[in-house]
């Protein structure tokens, strides 16, 4: 792993425990075990590292949320399932319940600085996007009536997901989240 690439995933941690605003570079300098000239040789700022981290989430979450599960070639429910699967999975690994960290900074940023706004939305959109396909490919295999607007179901999916995660968060209990993951796989005959 590059230096860089070090900076980025320990930023990460970071930004997702404390929030960005939250976050200072010394934080980084600290968690990171680096000085200032390493820092700023590969970031000129704190909102510089900020928009990387964000464009380093959206690569990772693109690759196994988006690429390997929604747009694998395994069957819709399969997609799915899998997807809650990952979910679940990511937000058990935690040791303290942080949240979604796209939820998090879209909460955070979205009314602060454009550039997180839209990075944010992109990624949303995709995330969206990848779901409505899925729901499509379901409606086609007659798994759901025809008159099903999958554009909002997928938002209302994306909707359900980040509000349970808000409310483990808040709660600092797992039990939240998987609640309204029950209660899609109930909605969408996944089980």
């Not at 979450?61 to 809650?84: E, H, T, Y």
């Not at 939305?121 to 759901?144: A, C, P, S, T």
């Not at 554009?151 to 997901?161: C, D, P, S, V």
Request: net charge negative; with cysteine; aromatic share 8%.
């Amino acid at each position: 792993m590059s230096k860089q690439q070090e900076i980025l995933t320990i930023a990460r941690e970071v930004i997702h425990s404390k929030g960005y605003q939250a976050t200072s570079i010394s934080d980084t300098l600290s968690a990171a075990k680096i000085g200032k000239g390493q820092f700023y040789h590969y970031f000129s700022s704190k909102h510089d590292l900020g928009l990387a981290v964000v464009e380093n989430l959206i690569q990772d979450w693109d690759q196994k949320l988006i690429l390997d599960i929604l747009k694998s070639g395994d069957d819709p429910v399969s997609k799915l399932n899998n997807m809650l699967d990952w979910t679940v999975s990511y937000h058990s690994e935690m040791d303290s319940k942080t949240g979604c960290p796209f939820g998090n900074l879209a909460i955070e940023m979205s009314e602060h600085d454009e550039h997180f706004r839209l990075k944010i939305q992109q990624f949303f959109e995709r995330w969206i996007d990848g779901i409505q396909n899925v729901l499509d490919e379901m409606v086609e295999k007659k798994l759901f009536n025809d008159t099903i607007d999958t554009e909002k179901h997928a938002q209302t999916l994306i909707a359900m997901l980040e509000g349970g995660i808000l409310l483990m968060k808040s709660q600092q209990d797992m039990k939240w989240f998987l609640n309204v993951v029950e209660v899609i796989r109930q909605q969408y005959n996944l089980s």
